[in-house]
C-alpha cells in the first residue's frame, strides 16, 4: 500500500450574522474588511481555490483543496453561500470532481462548534445529525468522518457520531493515552513519542469501534507556529521522509486551521500548495486521507484521555474554567469569568429546553424526532412549512405552524449560544463572547413571544459573575453592550423598509435577510408586510414616511398596537447606505465610494447634522473591502464634519471609524 503525506485543514469561523437580522454583523476590528469572515475570505479561502504555481518558466493554477483533507464548520460554510458564493461554490466543484468524491476529502462537522463533551448526549446528537444532514444537502452524499470542535472528545462524544454513521475523525497525539497492539500489551504514550504513521482503533463498547488518525506533533506545530510552511520543497521532503519510514505505508498527517494557509502565515497558502504538488509529483504518494483511509484496517488500539482537545493542556477545561490556557490576554486580565458564563448558558439551556418540548409536545407527532428532523430545514433540504406538516400531530393553521417553526428555531439559537469562540478568549467583553450572548437573546425573546415565558431577568442575574476586565463592566452592562446595537424589531424592519422603498421606489429590496418584504402604496398610504423566512412570523404594518434636512428620515409604523417612530440610526447599516447612494446618486445606485465622496463635498459646502454622522458610518461600514479610494474619502467627511474630539475608550461606531482610518484619539472625528 502506498504512503500518505498531507494535510488536514480545519476552516471553521464563529456565526458572524446579526441573528435578529440575518445579515452580517460589521467588525471594526477587521479593517478595512467589514468583517473578519470577509477579511480571511480574502487573505485565505479564495486564494486557496486556485494558486498560482511557477516552475521552469511556466505558470500553473494548483488546486490545493482538491488534493487534502479537510472539514468545513457548517457556520462558515453558511456564510460563503451568501457573501462569499465563488469560494463556496468552487470548493464543491473541486471536491466534488476529486478521486474518491468529496466525502473521500471532505469531513463533516456538528452544525455548532460546541466542545462536544460539554453538551448533553440528546445535544450532542441532534448538532451531529445537523451537520450530517448540512453535509448531505452541500455535497449530495453523506460524510464519512467527522472533524470534532477543537478536537474535544470523551468516549461518549465518539459512540454518538459512530452511531450516526461516522466511521473515522482526526485528533492530535497529545490526546492519547496508552496503545497497544494485536494480542500485546498497553503502552505508554506522550505526545512526542506516539506513532502516529498508523491508524487506530478506539473500542466503543457493544462491538462498536471507530478509527482515529493523529496528526504529526511536530511538523504539525511548525507548521502553525513555526515558519516550516515557508519552504514548501523542505515541508514536502520531510513528510515525505515520515511517510516511508517503518514498512514504508504509513501516514504523516500536518493538522492546523486552514485559517494558517495565507492567514496566520502571509502567502502560506504557497507553501502550501508547493509542497502538495511536489508530494504528489516527485515523491508519489497519496496526499488525501479519505482515498488512503478505504484500504486500511486498523489493527492496533488506542486509549484516549478521558475527555480532552487539541487547544487545551487540561481536557475541556478551557471552556469552562480558568485553567490557564488563553489567547489574546492584556494586563489585568482574569478568567474568573469562564465557570459562571458556563454555568449561565447551562441554565437556559435546562430551563428553556423544557419549556420548548412542553409547547411543541401537542403540536407534533414526536418531539425528539421533530427537532432532530429540524436539521434538514437548516441546511436547506426541506422548506419549513413541509417539515411542519410532516411532523404535525394535528392540522395546523398558519398560527400554529409558525409556532412549531418558532420554537424550533430557538432551540437551533439556543445552541448557537455554546459556540466555543466565546470561552477562547481573555475577556468576555470582545466579539467572540457577544456572538453567543446575541444567540441567546434571540432564543429568549422567541420563547417570551411563544410561550410568555421570561428567561432574560434571571439569566441576566446570572451574568454578575461576568466580568470583562478590559472594558470594566460585568452582568447587566455586558449583556446590553452585546446586544444593544444590533437587536431588531419587526418594526424597525418595517420602518427601513418603507423608508428604501420611497428612497429607491422599483430598486427597493425585496429581501432583507432573514425578512421577506412588500411595500404597497395606494393614494399615498403604505403597507409594510414583513415574513420571517425561517419562522414565516408575518406582520403588516401601516407606515408614514417623513424627511427634514438632508437625511433626517423618520417613519412611524403602526402593526395594530399604536405607532411607533423608527428614525434614520435604528434603520441599520445596510439600509442608511441604500438610502444615501440613493440620494446622492440615484435610486439605482450602490456605489458606495461615490456616495461618500459626495457626502464629503457636501458637508464642504454646508452645516453637518446628526443624520450626516450616521450616514457617514453606514457607507463605510459597508459590506466591501475598504479601497484607498474610499478611505480617502471617509477622511475627507471626517474632517469637513467638525472638530469634536474622541474620548478615550469610546465606542461608539464614529470613535470606531476615526481609529479605523487612522486618525488619532485626541484629533478630529465628526458632527459637533
Known sequence: ???????????????????????????????????????????????????????????????????????????????????????????????????????????????????????????????????????????????????????????????????????????????????????????????????????????????????????????????????????????????????????????????????????????????????????????????????????????????????????????????????GCVTGERPGYSLDWRAPLRAALDWLREAMGVVIERELAPLVTSVPGTLRDYGRVIAKALDPVSFVSAHSSVPLDDERVTAVLELCEAYRNLLYSFTSCAWFFADPGEIETSIVLRYAAVAIEGVRRLAGDDFEPEFVARLAAVRSAHFGIAGEALWTRACASTRFTDEQVAAAAAAEFVACGEFARRERGSFDLEVRSQDGALTVSTMHTATRRRRSFSARVSRVGPFGWRVVVDGGAGGVEVSLESFGDDVVARLACAQLIGPASADVEGALNLLAGELLARPATIEDEAVLVSLARAQRFVTPIGEAAIRRALWAGGRRRVVEGDASPVAVLVRSVGFPETGPTVLA
Not at 17 to 30: F, H, I, K, M, V
Not at 102 to 107: E, S, T
Not at 202 to 221: A, I, K, N, P, Y
Open 1 to 323: 500500500m502506498a504512503p500518505v503525506a498531507g494535510f488536514h485543514l480545519h476552516f471553521y469561523q464563529p456565526p458572524r450574522e446579526n441573528p435578529w437580522l440575518g445579515t452580517s454583523t460589521y467588525e471594526g476590528s477587521a479593517w478595512p474588511f467589514h468583517d473578519w469572515n470577509e477579511r480571511i475570505t480574502a487573505e485565505c479561502y479564495r486564494a486557496m481555490i486556485a494558486v498560482a504555481l511557477a516552475a521552469d518558466g511556466d505558470v500553473e493554477l494548483y488546486e490545493p483543496l482538491a488534493h487534502s483533507s479537510l472539514d468545513v464548520g457548517p457556520t462558515l460554510h453558511h456564510w460563503l453561500d451568501r457573501d462569499a458564493p465563488d469560494v463556496g461554490e468552487a470548493l464543491r466543484y473541486q471536491v466534488a470532481h476529486a478521486p474518491g468524491g468529496a466525502a473521500g476529502h471532505v469531513l463533516g462537522a456538528p452544525l455548532v462548534h460546541a466542545i462536544l463533551p460539554l453538551a448533553s448526549v440528546v445535544d450532542q446528537e441532534r448538532l451531529v445529525a445537523w451537520g450530517i444532514e448540512d453535509f448531505r444537502h452541500r455535497y449530495g452524499e453523506a460524510p464519512r468522518g467527522m472533524w470534532l470542535p477543537e478536537t474535544a472528545v470523551d468516549l461518549t462524544t465518539l459512540g454518538v457520531i459512530a452511531d450516526q454513521g461516522i466511521s473515522y475523525t482526526v485528533l492530535m497525539p497529545g490526546q492519547a493515552v496508552r496503545v497497544r497492539p494485536p494480542e500485546g500489551d498497553w503502552e505508554s504514550v506522550r505526545a512526542d513519542t506516539l506513532e502516529t504513521s498508523r491508524p487506530y482503533f478506539v473500542e466503543l463498547g457493544d462491538g462498536r469501534r471507530l478509527t482515529v488518525v493523529f496528526g504529526h506533533h511536530d511538523l504539525s506545530q511548525r507548521v502553525a507556529f513555526g515558519d516550516l510552511i515557508d519552504d514548501g520543497d523542505g515541508l514536502a521532503d520531510a513528510m515525505a521522509e515520515v511517510a516511508r519510514s517503518g514498512d514504508g505505508d504509513g501516514a504523516v498527517l500536518v493538522v492546523a486551521d486552514g485559517e494558517t494557509y495565507g492567514h496566520h502565515h502571509r502567502f502560506g497558502d504557497l507553501g502550501m500548495a508547493w509542497a502538495l504538488r511536489r508530494l504528489e509529483r516527485h515523491h508519489g504518494v497519496e496526499t488525501s486521507l479519505g482515498t488512503w483511509l478505504e484500504d486500511q484496517v486498523p489493527v492496533w488500539e488506542v486509549e484516549l484521555a478521558t475527555a480532552s482537545a487539541w487547544s487545551c493542556a487540561h481536557g475541556v477545561e478551557r471552556w469552562r474554567s480558568d485553567c
